[in-house]
């Protein structure tokens, strides 16, 4: 049963943008940290941010300054702003929520993940 549900992903050319959505329950979303993970082909998935219940974020390194990870309690939707995209951003972005994306904001935690489908994003000219 799929509970968090992407939507936004597509081609782009490098230098542009893009904006993914996470539509999840609100039994799911209203008490869980929520994130965006990816992977690219061959890869290991990796966090790309991370978001609170409070609103405090992190962003892997690779993506501080382009990315924006932000929550709409009132839409129980997470979104990702993805500026400045590079052809290293190419890769299958998944939606979490959940104990694993709570510990990567360094919060003990022992709650049930949850992953959406992924959404397929792809930089190139």
């Known amino acids: 049963q799929v509970q968090l549900v992407e939507s936004g992903g597509g081609l782009v050319q490098p230098g542009g943008s893009l904006r993914l959505s996470c539509a999840a329950p609100?039994?799911?979303?209203?008490?869980?940290?929520m994130g965006w993970y990816r992977q690219a082909p061959g890869k290991q998935r990796d966090l790309v941010a991370a978001?609170?219940?409070?609103?405090?974020?992190k962003y892997a390194d690779s993506v501080k300054g382009r990315f924006t990870i932000s929550r709409d309690n009132a839409k129980n939707t997470l979104r990702l702003q993805m500026n400045s995209l590079k052809p290293e951003d190419t890769a299958v972005y998944y939606c979490?929520?959940?104990?694993?994306?709570?510990?990567?904001?360094?919060?003990?935690?022992?709650?049930?993940?949850?992953w959406g489908q992924g959404t397929q994003v792809t930089v190139s000219s």
């Open positions: 978001i609170t219940t409070g609103g405090r974020t």
């Open positions: 609100g039994s799911i979303f209203s008490i869980n940290t």
């Open positions: 979490s929520a959940g104990g694993t994306t709570a510990q990567a904001m360094g919060i003990r935690s022992s709650r049930y993940d949850y």
